[in-house]
Structures are given as C-alpha cells and as structure tokens.
C-alpha cells in the first residue's frame, strides 16, 4: 500500500505526486523524491523496481521480508534493513524496513511496524538545509 510519495527540490517539499509522475521529478537537477509503502503488494514492489532501477536481488529481500539487519551497497544504491521493535500491550513485536536510498529518491517498505516516516518527515523538512544536500 502506498503510504506517500513526495517530491522535494532545493530543500523543500514540492508536491505530493502519484508514482506515474516519479519519472518526472527524478529528471529535475536539484530534488528527490521520497516513497513510502507498507506491506506491498509484489506489483508494486515490481512498478518501483522499475522506475528507480532498484537491484532485483534486494527487491527480492524487501518482498519477502524475514531479511536480517544489513547494509548492502549496490551499483546504483544503497539497501538497508533494520528491525524496529514496537510495544503493543505487554508484549514486543519486531517488524521490518528495508530502505533502498540512491542518488535521486529514497524509498521505504514497512512491513509489521506500524509507526511511520511522519515524524522524521516533518522534522526534515523544518531543515531545508539538510535536504538540499539530497535523499541520503
């Protein structure tokens, strides 16, 4: 499921655009774009593989899940899992994010972790001097 897709350029959000119009943002010199999804449907993992050129081996990791923490740097990207835990009532549950950053977007898949980006969003973007520097 698509949680948001955004566009930034020269240290600010821009737009809240569709994944058809990623291709659009990403030929623009100074932005990225910023995707978010949880639990994905293989279709699109599969539309986003395509459009960022992402490694298929770490879109394999990412659909599956059940990866270990780790730090893989490809070609083209870099793809980074980690395993947060969440309280829910008494007990800890671990989920799983994989990351994939490269040089015009970053892009987050979540699956069994319900807290977001939403926080780490607004606090980016109240340092536009931060984001100029780009998606890493």
Not at 19 to 27: A, F, P, Q, T
Not at 67 to 96: H, I, S, T
Request: charged share 35%; glycine share 8%; with cysteine.
């Amino acid at each position: 499921m698509l949680v948001n897709c955004v566009a930034y350029e020269k240290g600010k959000r821009v737009a809240d655009i569709s994944v058809s119009e990623i291709g659009d943002y990403l030929r623009r010199p100074d932005g990225f774009v910023w995707v978010a999804i949880k639990d994905p449907e293989p279709a699109e993992l599969e539309a986003l593989q395509k459009e960022f050129d992402l490694p298929l081996l770490a879109v394999e990791d990412a659909s599956h899940g059940h990866q270990r923490p780790k730090l893989d740097e490809y070609e083209n990207c870099l793809f980074v899992v980690v395993q947060p835990v969440e309280k829910e009532a008494d007990e800890l549950r671990v989920g799983e994010i994989a990351i994939f950053v490269g040089d015009r977007y970053v892009l987050t898949v979540r699956r069994g972790v319900r807290e977001g980006f939403a926080g780490v969003r607004r606090r980016t973007e109240q340092e536009p001097e931060q984001l100029k520097q780009g998606s890493a």
